[in-house]
């Protein structure tokens, strides 16, 4: 009781100096509001009423308007493949006096729309419904022909089927497809006679789908740095922060991920421990990085297609290696971190690295769902294939520390290899990605033979551009001013894929809003700042936790899926008091440094206690606003050096007054959130590349080989008399893209197909009967094969490989499998064959297209495993390989 009321005596005299009232807005916009003791959206209110205690009254606009109309559709395997992407069956549901409704049959593949659809009515809540769907077609065609077409014209093969599933966008129903199984709703047929059913409760309470309405601080925080300020909702979402570290602290000395997520994920705690969790707990946070190593190697997280190097984001684990070094000094820790850095680099140079361009390929850095990131048609050896902003700015950074480690480590060839390395990215970076007319980088580089830029931003790249240095002087400042914001704040990408439900796409992710408030304070744009400071205490405030995203849209937390105290969204509440407004960074030299960075909004008076580091602890005050210090005394005494050497021992003070200095005024670009449109379904045929009118199209654009062919408002062009790769994109009334068509070859008949089987010494398999033509590819099995090519004359020719992998799901666990092609005596290449489904040994895909050289005449191939083909589980690495094909580029 004394302690509250202590509290409270001092939030009063705080109120009572500060130079802003309690009442005055720190931050506003049409939307939202965040006062110093309160947050306000519409008729929401979330509000400080004691020390460490809030209260909230919000409420998820999807619980106050769940509707009659259900959009379902099944699936097949845990896949999207019933009804083209877009659709939905609206069945819409009127309970009986029961509160049970049954639905009507609905055929497999066959779109069924009530009649009286999308009738504006609320659902009675705990309704029970029965939903029926008849899947006779399909087992008529796996009588007929052994496999089933889907609606995205794969074949389903009769041995590879493994249930059927009911998906939807009305709660609980979702479209996580691959945990649909593990949710509960698969359906089943007792009798046997292809009529599936399933029963579930619609509208009910849920607790993910409610915030708590009070918090309340319970555990103790008193080992971490204590913060004071005279603006109570920062004090308070800062306790929070730590109370939520508390939480995510597990007994073996790790971090947990976050309140659902158990365990240590890479980029997770890397990221968290870059942006404050390394400040924090150091050690707990080294513990954890230990826990992300095998083999000396970084582990990468699973994403798309079975892990590394489908995704290959995985030297984002250097980040956190360098900052436990600089905050501890641990020579030891330096001399692991940097072997385990290079090792990871070294493989990545021989199975990542794109030599054309100087890029390293692989997924979006952890924007690891395939279908919300990019369009539908890329599988996972496509996003192999393609060339990311974010994962490119992760690596550059990763030879910059490799460079600096070096270079402390007195390792002088290293330094300057990892040097001339970093350099070399960036130039490429700078190259591919800008977008000089949009003044910030696209998201990618995609395609199949030909890789065209999608236009779209990615603010966790966009950021890294800027505080990595890749963007320089006004290319910084121009990223912040112009990459695309909404109200609530940065999008991970802009602008929005349609009819995909919020996660990644049309979603907000905190720590994302962290880095680009880091991002935006080196730029020196303060209006960033604000709206980015105030973007996430809105969320904090009004959902009583750092939750792990929200929607662009509305800024709800009701996502596909979300967790509570998210541990990189805590790091980054914390992150914003220590690397931020209070401004500190510590060097590899071991020295505090301080740049601080508070928008005249938040101008208070603030102090740091207890802030440990190596063998030192500080208690820092400041006052003011700007990013320009005016005094700076350590332990009274004034200093010129805004750092202070972390050689020494024992208790310090430090006090800060910043110099008021008024910022020149920089725009930034808030917008409304947008969706661009569907991509066209294109085709070739009689000699026309055509496609189907997209609704809302003001133009398109077409690509033959990669190379624009200007805009057009027809629907067709003819195709060339030499095979050549076409696509198309739509274009709407605001000048924004769609993604592009699925890429077509024309002129097929002119590809040369070799059947590799003959060439095996191994051609026994029996993993899949379907495919008996196709050889077993394993760490002992054909792990050598040599074959010749003639080429009717020298020049440039693509390759690419039949192949089947069934060793995991296409978007999770770690056994994507390689290999390496060679010519003629020379390494050219890895061949990538990632997963496509669990057991899914009839699912027939194609590897990367490799451009190569070959000579007139014979030219001899070989395919091979190597030791840099080993992947994350490194047990299985296993697949099927079937034809190869040969195109000569013309």
Known sequence: ?????????????????????????????????????????GKYTAKVVGTD????????????????????????????????????????????????????????????????????????????????????PVFDAFAKQGY??????????????????????SFPLNDDYVNLGNRGFEMKDPDGDHIYTIDLTMNFRHPDRYVKTEWKLSKDISNYPQLETELPILKSLYDMALEETVLLSEPDGTFRTGAKWDGVWTRDVSYAITLGMGMADVERAKTSLRKKVKRGRIIQDTGSGGAWPVSSDRVVWSMAAWEIYAVSGDQQWLNYAYNVIKNSVEDDRHIILDKNTNLMRGESSFLDWRVQTYPRWMDNVDIYHSLNLGTNAAHYRAYQILADMAGVLKKTDDQATFTKDAKV?????????????????????????????????????????????????????????????????????????????????????????????????????????????????????LFLTNKENMVANDGDFITTLNSDRQLWSVAGNLGMVYK????????????????????????????????????????????????QIKSFKVDGKPSEAHDIDLSGTGNHTVEIVMANNALPKQQINVVENHY???????????????????????????????????????????????????????????????????????????????KMRSYARDRKQAISKALPQMIDLTKKRNTHLKWAVKAPQAGKYFIWFDYANGSGPW??????????????????????????GTDEWASVGQTNIIEVQLKKGTNHLSLDFTPHNENMNVEVNRALLGNMYLQQKK
């Open 1 to 41: 009781m004394k302690k509250c009321a202590i509290g409270l005596l001092f939030f009063a005299m705080m109120a009572c100096n500060s130079k802003a009232p309690q009442d005055q807005a720190i931050y506003s916009n049409d939307t939202f509001s965040v006062y110093p003791t309160k947050v306000t959206q």
């Open 53 to 136: 205690q809030m209260t909230t009254d919000y409420l998820s606009p999807q619980n106050e308007n769940y509707m009659r109309t259900v959009n379902v559709r099944f699936s097949i395997n845990l896949k999207n493949d019933e009804l083209p992407y877009g659709q939905f069956h609206q069945v819409v549901v009127r309970p009986d006096a029961n509160g049970h409704f049954d639905a009507p049959m609905i055929t497999f593949g066959q779109l069924y729309t009530a009649k009286d659809a999308g009738v504006k009515e609320k659902l009675e809540p705990d309704t029970k419904v029965t939903y029926q769907l008849n899947m006779k």
């Open 148 to 169: 089933y077409v889907d609606a995205q014209g794969e074949k389903i093969y009769k041995e590879d089927f493994k249930g059927v599933f009911i998906a939807g966008n």
């Open 425 to 541: 990215l960036k130039d490429a970076i700078n190259k591919h990605f800008w977008l000089e007319n949009q003044k910030y980088y696209g998201q990618y580089l995609y395609g199949r033979r030909h890789r065209i830029a999608s236009e779209k931003s990615e603010a966790l790249g966009e950021a890294f551009t800027v505080l990595f240095g890749i963007a320089d002087g006004q290319r910084a400042q121009d990223v912040i001013a112009n990459t695309p914001q909404v109200v609530y704040g940065v999008p991970c990408v802009y602008p929005q894929i349609p009819d995909m439900t919020p996660y990644h796409n049309d979603g907000i992710w905190p720590f994302v809003q962290s880095f680009w408030n880091l991002a935006a304070a080196k730029a020196g744009n303060e209006q960033a700042v604000e709206h980015g400071l105030a973007d996430i205490y809105r969320a904090a405030a």
């Open 580 to 627: 931020l407004l209070f401004g500190m960074q510590v060097s590899p030299e071991g020295k505090l440094m301080f740049h601080p960075f508070i928008p005249q909004s938040f101008a208070n008076n603030m102090k740091l206690k207890n802030f440990k580091l190596r063998k030192m602890s500080f208690d820092i005050s400041i006052s003011g606003y700007g990013n």
């Open 676 to 754: 661009h449109l569907p991509k066209p379904d294109a085709q070739i045929k009689a000699g026309k590349f055509s496609w189907a009118p997209v609704k809302g199209a003001k133009s398109y654009e077409v690509f033959i080989d990669g190379k624009s062919q200007g805009k057009t408002t027809e629907t067709s062009v003819a195709t060339d008399q030499h095979m050549k790769e076409y696509t198309v994109r739509a274009i709407d009334s605001k000048g924004f893209a769609s993604f592009l068509s699925e890429p077509v070859l024309s002129n097929e008949k002119q590809l040369t197909v070799y």
């Open 811 to 836: 978007n999770t666990d770690n056994k994507c499998a390689t290999r390496t092609l060679s010519i003629n005596g020379q390494e050219i290449s890895p061949i990538v064959m990632a997963q496509r």
